[in-house]
């Protein structure tokens, strides 16, 4: 039976794959990938790339999502990938798909795995966890994401941000995740629904790369100009109420 295996690949840092994934990525002969288009590279092949074993010559196939939010675009991607995607696993037995860091949050994989179980049961798929890249953010910064009857709140910046306004307000910390270009937006938020300004507050970018960016501080003290900040960015907030 011809075998698929997702693999989380974590935020950035080879080192943080498990050792699962790599055994999985040594079995495998062929190694697929997600990229914005065709001339950009794989950030997930990027951050695996130091453990594939170049003396096995698997063949490396990149499947290009474009970004963009527009459903007909996004629904013929998926179902185009899924269909090439069964074609290289059928015809080498053994692939791998590569995510950033796990593939059940925000990913490419689950929607080809809809499409994949719907037109190609025949293919046994199993799916490897990785380190998300909240929980590095939270370990590197060093503030818990969660304590005792505390609610997590984990927001995609980069659709309606209006609903910040209620979310912040029954949540005791907030993780935004997408493009940081919309952190200056999320912060005013985070002011107006009443985190007051010693809020604890972090924000990174790029992390586990060489590129890194990580800025503690609190909400009162953060320059609320983000205009430059890239899409592997992420912000955390924990709230101390006003007043
Ligand atoms: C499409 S989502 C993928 C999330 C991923 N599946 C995970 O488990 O973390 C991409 C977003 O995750 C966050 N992210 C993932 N890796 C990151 C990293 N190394 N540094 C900063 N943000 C990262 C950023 O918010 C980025 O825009």
Redesign the pocket.
């Known amino acids: 039976m011809a075998e698929l295996t997702a693999i989380?690949c974590g935020?950035?840092d080879p080192d943080l794959i498990t050792l699962k994934a790599k055994k999985a990525i040594d079995a495998a002969s062929v190694i697929l990938c997600p990229a914005s288009s065709e001339d950009r590279p794989s950030i997930a092949l990027g951050i695996a790339g130091p453990l594939i074993d170049s003396s096995k010559n698997q063949r490396v196939v990149k499947l290009v999502f474009p970004m963009t939010k527009d459903p007909d675009v996004l629904a013929e991607t998926w179902k185009k990938n899924s269909e090439l995607m069964a074609r290289e696993v059928l015809g080498a037995g053994r692939a791998v798909y590569l995510?950033?860091?796990?593939?059940y949050?925000?990913?490419t994989w689950m929607y080809l795995y809809k499409n994949l179980t719907e037109t190609h049961p025949e293919i046994k798929i199993t799916v490897i966890p990785?380190i998300?890249?909240?929980f590095?953010?939270a370990s590197k910064v060093g503030m818990s994401l969660a304590e005792g009857a505390e609610k997590l709140t984990i927001v995609p910046s980069c659709y309606d941000l209006e609903q910040v306004r209620h979310l912040a307000k029954n949540s005791d910390t907030m993780v935004f995740?997408?493009?940081?270009k919309y952190f200056g937006k999320v912060i005013e938020l985070l002011r107006e629904a009443g985190y007051s300004p010693d809020s604890p507050f972090a924000i990174?970018?790029?992390?586990?790369?060489e590129r890194e960016k990580v800025v503690k501080t609190t909400l009162g003290r953060i320059d609320t100009d983000t205009s430059s900040m890239q899409?592997?960015?992420?912000l955390m907030v924990k709230r101390v109420q006003d007043g």
């Not at 899409?231 to 992420?234: A, E, L, R």
């Open positions: 989380g935020p950035g995510t950033v860091g796990d593939p949050l925000y990913s990785g998300v890249s909240v590095m953010f995740l997408k493009d940081g990174g970018q790029d992390l586990g790369t899409y592997f960015s992420i």
